[in-house]
Nanobody, 119 residues
Framework: QVQLVESGGGSVQAGESLRLSCAAS????????MGWYRQAPGKQRELVAT???????NYADSVKGRFTISRANAENTVYLQMNSLKPEDTAVYYC?????????????WGQGTQVTVAS
């Protein structure tokens, strides 16, 4: 029943901004952590940013100071505010969630949303 629904991707010029959102649907779970990963053509999927249930955040060095991950806990939603976008940020961005169900954990991935940054 759990599904991660992503939105907010698109095409922008370098220096512009986008905000990605990811909502975890379903019930009977608590969020251990959520995050964003990205995969560019010909490259491995890489971590962009994560946030734990306690609010601790972690960012890839390449996005520090430009991207901000945040949560709306009541809606089980995580956001990624992406400012000062660069062409090298172009990738498919995937939401990830590690969810707890009464003592066990399962990891989920969103379908991915394309972010394209033109020079």
């Amino acid at each position: 029943q759990v599904q991660l629904v992503e939105s907010g991707g698109g095409s922008v010029q370098a220096g512009e901004s986008l905000r990605l959102s990811c909502a975890a649907s379903g019930s009977s779970f608590s969020i251990d952590g959520m995050g964003w990963y990205r995969q560019a053509p010909g490259k491995q999927r890489e971590l962009v940013a994560t946030i734990t249930s306690g609010g601790s955040t972690n960012y890839a060095d390449s996005v520090k100071g430009r991207f901000t991950i945040s949560r709306a806990n009541a809606e089980n939603t995580v956001y990624l505010q992406m400012n000062s976008l660069k062409p090298e940020d172009t990738a498919v961005y995937y939401c990830n969630a590690n969810l707890r169900f009464s003592g066990w954990y399962r990891n989920y991935w969103g379908q991915g949303t394309q972010v394209t940054v033109a020079s």
